[in-house]
């Protein structure tokens, strides 16, 4: 079964200070990599912690600080390692025993995971987290007893923790206590009415007693909560079906093919589907493609049969039964299919072998069961409803085997917990979780900017005339702002901090503008935004028309700020930031760059009102720059403004803004 995927969020607590010192400040270096982290981009603050590192290997926090970047990008193994190698250097850093059973979690290995839980909670015997996964390791193991007195325990300290509620009603649902599964599910929804696992246990549960209703309704919700998820659509369908909504039955088949056009249960079901209202063409065509992903697949084999006979294909049919028999000799159902398909090509004498061949299966296998075992055809498009037991956990008789060859199948039924840190990464300045991220803003780069289906132009005329004039060697973008994700760009990117650097410390006091503005957007892009801001101040210090670099430090002291732990420093930064924008657009009326930069700062510190009046500056100069309404339309609907929201989001989705359309479906 596929382990669940781990969602936390880790505090970085500050890093001791050493008095030895290298080439390489170490310190400096993982300060700005836990920035860095802080903001997302693992694979580049991994580059920062190697670095630190290979300077001061001795150090326990770069090893801690790089597993928890692994981690992110679901290199558990990696991540152990690490985390293996911070408590060789200490073994007091309570929060590595924590973050290495996490991964050891990740990788199935529970036992060792619940090793290092213990160790915590001998340091700390009621630390959340430690007791919260370990309830889940041992739920995971199936120790039962074990695990509910942890979880107890758990909830007896946190009374209002949801996630532990949740994770105890997958406990009682595995140790059959449906009553008390309901009532923690319950408990965990009144505490936060976004956790899905409460909806999967109760809509297993109603679909179960026949609840089909009330299934439905916890169903809706979980597709409300993760509408890019084909498993949900495929088993809301299971429960339409059974309230005799083929209709809407269908349409999660659809959509559910639309996110993964592969899905094999989506595909095997809707054929199931299509077959049953007589839509025999189109049921074929995806009991065939079913058998393209895997040939293996019997069951659809067989249905393809089925549906062959019934459009008069007898060939066709013939040839898949006896593809069947042929890998189950003992499977007596297919022996009667082929002799239908026999009848219909006039085989007579063979309509009468195959019936007696089946008869006498059935006869041997009733005189001796474990002497004349029949075939048992596994179902490999999905998991079957209660695959091999009856409503009273007996096994299931012959006739309950054949039905599953005509059965809709669902995805994975049981949930299994999220695990999830609580406390926060510092530097976090904004809300994270409002309802749409905006359009980035805009900033200088080397690399040039992504292909879009926006119109947009990027003509900026102060950069033009830069990189007219071959100032540096290399070309300035402006772009949105966005991570670099291949280590060969941060490579390079280092190199030329390197080499910018050696050009300016030989430059004695005839520092060039223009040097300093290459390596001020070097920094930039490897997130030292502190080190980018003290190159770009030195620009505008000698030149306060330089409109370049208002722009790239009104988005290094943004992005600065993000980072940053003291709230009144953020806020400081982020008005700073306003500053240069504003700055910019005094320099360049037309800069609808800089106009659109101010509105974002302005939407992300929830000014709506003045925020969608930048952006509507922006819009005024340049008809077709979708990002503008985009925003626009996402401050409207902050504000409460939905038809101007949805005619923005509209305008946007034009302008080749995809989201957009996201948004819309979900106004309607």
């Known amino acids: 079964m596929k382990r669940p995927a781990i969602y936390f969020i880790l505090f970085l607590g500050l890093l001791a200070p050493s008095t030895a010192k290298s080439q390489i400040n170490a310190e400096q270096v993982i300060t700005i990599g836990r920035n860095v982290l802080s903001m997302d981009d693992y694979m580049l603050a991994i580059q920062y912690f190697n670095q630190a590192i290979k300077a001061k290997p001795y150090l326990a926090d770069p090893y801690f600080l790089r597993g928890l970047a692994k981690i992110s990008l679901e290199d558990y193994k990696g991540a152990e390692a690490d985390c293996t190698e911070a408590l060789k250097r200490n073994k007091f850093k309570t929060e590595a025993y924590k973050l290495r059973g996490f991964a050891r979690q990740q990788l199935g290995m529970d036992s060792l995971a619940i090793e290092d839980y213990n160790e915590g909670l001998r340091h700390d015997p009621t630390d959340k987290y430690f007791l919260f996964y370990k309830g889940v390791a041992q739920t995971n193991l199936k120790k039962n007893d074990e695990a509910i007195q942890t979880m107890n325990n758990l909830l007896r300290l946190y009374p209002r923790f949801e996630e532990g509620f949740a994770a105890r009603a997958v406990l009682n649902l595995q140790r059959q206590d449906t009553v008390a599964a309901l009532q923690d599910a319950e408990k965990a929804l009144k505490l936060n009415r976004a956790l899905i696992n409460p909806y999967l246990i109760r809509a297993d549960i109603e679909s179960n007693r026949g609840n089909w209703e009330t299934a439905l309704s916890d169903m809706d919700e979980i597709v409300k909560l993760y509408p890019d998820e084909p498993g949900f659509y495929i088993n809301r369908a299971y429960v339409r079906y059974n309230t005799d909504n083929y209709l809407g039955a269908m349409s999660d088949y659809n959509f559910a093919l639309q996110l993964d056009p592969n899905n094999m249960a989506a ?144 995805m994975q039924e049981i949930p299994q917990t999220q695990l999830s840190y609580n406390e926060k990464i510092k530097g976090r300045v904004q809300d994270r979780n409002v309802m749409a991220e905006p359009e980035p803003l805009y900033t200088i780069s080397f690399y040039p900017p992504a292909k879009s289906l926006g119109g947009v132009t990027n003509f900026f005329r102060a950069l033009d005339d830069f990189n007219r004039g071959k100032y540096i060697t290399r070309t300035l973008y402006l772009t949105p702002l966005q991570s670099s994700s291949a280590e060969s760009d941060f490579d390079n990117l280092f190199k030329m901090v390197d080499n910018y650097t050696s050009t300016i410390s030989s430059s004695g006091k005839k520092v060039r503008p223009a040097d300093l503005l290459a390596r001020g957007v070097a920094y930039s892009m490897v997130k030292n935004y502190k080190s980018a801001i003290e190159d770009f101040d030195n620009i505008i210090n000698a030149n306060k028309d330089f409109t370049i670099a208002y722009i790239a430090r009104g988005v290094a002291r943004y992005e600065d700020a993000r980072s940053q732990e003291d709230q009144r420093l953020a806020m400081q930064g982020i008005a700073m930031a306003a500053a240069d924008f504003d700055t910019a657009t005094q320099l360049d009326p037309r800069l609808i760059h800089a106009w659109f930069n101010k509105g ?19 819009i005024e100069l340049d008809p077709d720059f979708g990002a503008a309404y985009y925003n626009r339309g996402l401050c409207y609907l902050s504000a409460g403004k939905k038809a101007e929201a949805f005619a923005d989001l509209s305008r946007a989705g034009e302008l080749g803004v995809l989201p957009s359309y996201n948004i819309l479906k979900r106004m309607k």
Do not use: W
């Open 600 to 618: 974002y700062i302005l939407y992300t510190q929830r000014d709506y009102s003045q925020a969608a009046d930048c952006f509507t500056k922006a």
């Open 267 to 410: 595909l095997f079901n809707r054929a199931l589907l299509r077959f049953e209202v007589k839509d025999l063409i189109n049921a074929k065509k995806d009991f065939s493609t079913v058998l393209e992903l895997n040939p293996q697949n019997f069951h659809a084999r067989y249905n393809r049969g089925l549906v062959e006979l019934e459009s008069g294909e007898y060939k066709e049919a013939l040839a898949d039964f006896k593809g069947i028999a042929a890998r189950y000799p003992n499977f007596y159902p297919v022996y009667y299919a082929i002799a239908e398909a026999e009848r219909n090509l006039g085989n007579l004498k063979a309509v009468g072998a195959n019936i007696n061949h089946a008869e006498s299966l059935v006869r041997k296998y009733v005189a001796n069961p474990e002497s004349n075992p029949l075939d048992r055809p596994t179902i490999a498009a999905g998991t079957p409803r209660n695959a091999n037991r009856t409503p009273n956990g007996e096994e299931e008789d012959e006739n309950e085997v054949m039905d599953r060859f005509n059965q809709l199948v669902t």
